[in-house]
Nanobody, 123 residues
Framework: EVQLVESGGGLVQAGGSLRLSCAAS????????IGWFRQVPGKEREGVSC????????YYADSVKGRFTISSDDAKNTVYLQMNSLKPEDTAVYYC????????????????WGRGAQVTVFS
């Protein structure tokens, strides 16, 4: 059974940093892409970043390019999202998700999801 557990969310002042972690289990890490998505109430879930460690491919939404970095520790089956220079508009519930195959920023292509981690950025 695929399981994804996010951690590292919290409350931070604008300009600050947080690192989210996504601990994955139940599947062969190399065969899967991991994505980070976020959602605010009343809006659709949007792709933030994704990667597939086996081919090194990464994607970043324009809104986070240059501020967020996705990485992985394959030995720990964990993917990280380092978020720097945070802005109030980054406030959302952040989810990690997994799909077998290439990485994609398309929410609909992922079939396994974590429960989410709240990130709140205040000015």
């Amino acid at each position: 059974e695929v399981q994804l557990v996010e951690s590292g969310g919290g409350l931070v002042q604008a300009g600050g940093s947080l690192r989210l972690s996504c601990a994955a289990s139940g599947f062969t890490f190399d065969d899967y892409a991991i994505g980070w998505f976020r959602q605010v109430p009343g809006k659709e879930r949007e792709g933030v970043s994704c990667m597939r460690s086996s081919d090194g491919s990464t994607y970043y939404a324009d809104s986070v390019k240059g501020r967020f970095t996705i990485s992985s520790d394959d030995a720990k089956n964990t993917v990280y999202l380092q978020m720097n220079s945070l802005k109030p508009e980054d406030t959302a519930v952040y989810y990690c998700a997994a799909r077998e195959g290439p990485s994609s920023e398309d929410v609909g292509r992922y079939d396994s999801w974590g429960r989410g981690a709240q990130v709140t950025v205040f000015s």
